[in-house]
Structures are given as structure tokens and as C-alpha cells.
């Protein structure tokens, strides 16, 4: 990991798997789990969970990274993991899995988002989800679903240094912090109490939200977010007449803040590595890609 810029000490902590286990005991442990198992098949909450159980068993050393892993995300927010097997997608689900339950995210039904910048999918990695090349605003992700996604893993397969596309990571609470220092505390206590209608992209007005939810939930080190700039789209443009306008305001002042650059603390992932971070307790995003660079990544989500 190359620490491109933190604030106020905000950065990920880091764990070298090869320091605290025998990786070729760990790869010689699941080596038969892709005969067992596959991605389609792992989609079955019952059968992936007999399958994290299985591999709990045969790699204990590797269950119990898993549980510090969790530590420290709790106490970080987010963890680089170096040195995890990375060829085989089945592993890397039932690996995310000792974390909690892998699901697909509410746009697709396949349990790995395989990320790279659109003008660079080939047929060869079809199954890439299209990305643009331009900054990605911090937010969240399964900003729709009643229940978003705790976790997010992201597998790092191709991705230089120098062609840009960094990793933003923003913790709420600094968020609510700034935004406490812009507009105050009631900005906060509308953010945190006013339930707003999150949208899909190209939803019809006429139908009901996906989500009614607040940005904001508890409170200090605790906070909860939740926030797709789109999806709240109709609410930034005063066409929800239930949504009053100091409501609006301070969800423009939250906007604002998240994304003011000076607050974002930014990593960059090299080849292998793989990054863990709450998605609940903190906004994530992207610097931008250099033209013609190739960014290759794997997400899971993790309830």
C-alpha cells in the first residue's frame, strides 16, 4: 500500500498474511475446494456457509487472521492484507465469507464485481463491470437496499502506481465533524432524523422510492452513513415535495464536504493486495485513471 494522502491519522492498518500463517499450507489446505464449489453455486447462502465452515476447519490458522482482520477494521475502519491467494475466485468468496455472508450487490446477481475502466474490456474479461476513467465521488455502496452491505473487499489485480486510480476512503464521523464546523449541529440533526427517498439511477418519478432512509445513524466513532449522490438525485434538484428545503440544504452541505479533496485520505493498492473496509462507517471513492491505464479489480460484498 503507498500512502498517497491521510488526514488527522485516517489510514488503513495492514496485515501481511505470510507473517501469520504458512501460505503454501494454507493453498495446499484448499486445494480441492474448486472441485467442490463454484461461484454459481456459492450464491446459496446454506451452501456457502457449509462450504466457510469446511474451510474454517481445514485452515484454522487462516479463520483466525479472519476474526483479527475484523478487529481491526473495527477499530480502523478499513485493513490491506497482503499476501492472500488470489487465483481462485472460489477461495477469495469463502475467504470474504469468514467475515460474514458474501451477496451480490443490487445491481447484479453474481457474487464478484469484477471492476476495470470501459474502454479496456475485452472479451476476455467480459464479465468486467464498465467504469468510467474520471474521479468517483466518495459514497457508499447497497446505498438502496434496506440492509447495506457491512463490508467490502477489494482484490487488487492490476493497478500501477503512477496511472492514478486510488482508493478514497472518508469516515462519517469526520464527515459529520466537518460538516458540525460548515453549518452546525442542526445540519447534522436533519441529516441524521429527515428519511429521504433513495432513487435508482433512471427510476420512474411516478414510482415509490427503493429506500427511505436517513444519511446519517448514531452517533461519535459509531456513525452509520449511507449516501449515493444519484440516487438522491430528485432530492437535490427540490422535485420531492415532501423533502423541505432546510433538509435540502444541509444535504448539500453534506455533498459538498465529502466532496472537498482536502478531507480525503487516499491510498494506492498495488498488485495483490486487498483492501477490507466498513462500508457503513465510511464513504469510499476513486482519484482518477490515467488514459490508456489498465486497473483490474475484484469486489465483495459482505454482509
Known amino acids: 500500500m503507498h500512502t498517497v494522502k491521510h488526514v488527522n491519522g485516517h489510514l488503513p492498518a495492514q496485515l501481511d498474511l505470510a507473517e501469520r500463517l504458512d501460505i503454501n499450507e494454507v493453498k495446499s489446505a484448499i486445494a480441492g475446494f474448486d ?8 450464491r446459496d447462502i446454506a ?3 457449509g462450504a466457510t465452515t469446511e474451510l474454517a476447519a481445514v485452515a484454522p490458522s487462516l479463520a483466525a487472521v479472519a476474526g483479527e482482520i475484523t ?10 492484507v497482503r499476501n492472500l491467494p488470489l487465483d481462485s475466485d472460489v477461495f477469495l468468496i469463502l475467504f470474504a465469507s469468514l467475515l460474514g455472508p458474501v451477496t451480490a450487490p443490487s445491481h447484479q446477481d453474481e457474487l464478484i464485481e469484477y471492476i476495470t475502466p470501459a474502454d479496456v474490456k475485452t472479451t476476455e474479461n467480459a464479465r468486467y463491470f464498465p467504469n468510467q476513467r474520471t474521479a468517483l465521488g466518495p459514497h457508499t455502496d447497497s446505498a438502496l437496499m434496506a440492509r447495506p452491505h457491512q463490508y467490502l473487499m477489494f482484490a487488487t489485480y492490476e493497478n500501477r502506481l503512477e496511472d492514478g486510480g486510488h482508493t478514497v476512503l472518508l469516515p462519517a464521523a469526520a464527515v459529520v465533524e466537518a460538516i458540525k464546523r460548515q453549518a452546525g449541529e442542526d445540519a447534522v440533526r436533519l441529516l441524521s432524523t429527515a ?17 427511505v432512509r436517513t444519511i446519517f445513524e448514531g452517533t461519535g466513532a459509531d456513525t452509520r452513513v449511507r449516501y449515493q449522490n444519484f440516487s438522491l438525485r430528485r432530492v437535490f434538484d427540490g422535485a420531492e415535495p415532501a423533502i423541505d428545503s432546510e433538509t435540502v440544504d444541509a444535504l448539500r452541505v453534506f455533498d459538498a464536504v465529502v466532496s472537498d479533496e482536502e478531507l480525503w485520505n487516499v491510498v494506492g493498492l498495488e498488485n495483490g493486495e486487498v483492501l477490507i473496509f ?8 476513486r482519484t482518477a485513471i490515467e488514459p490508456a491505464a489498465r486497473r483490474f479489480l475484484k469486489a465483495f460484498h459482505i454482509n
Do not use: W
Open 195 to 211: 428519511a429521504l427517498p433513495f432513487r435508482s439511477r433512471d427510476a420512474d418519478p411516478a414510482e415509490p422510492p427503493r429506500t
Open 278 to 285: 466498513d462500508n457503513c462507517r465510511s464513504l469510499h471513492g
Open 47 to 49: 451452501v456457502q456457509s
Open 71 to 80: 478487529k481491526l477494521v473495527a477499530s480502523a475502519g478499513s485493513c490491506v
Open 35 to 42: 472441485d467442490s464449489y463454484s461461484t454459481t453455486t456459492l
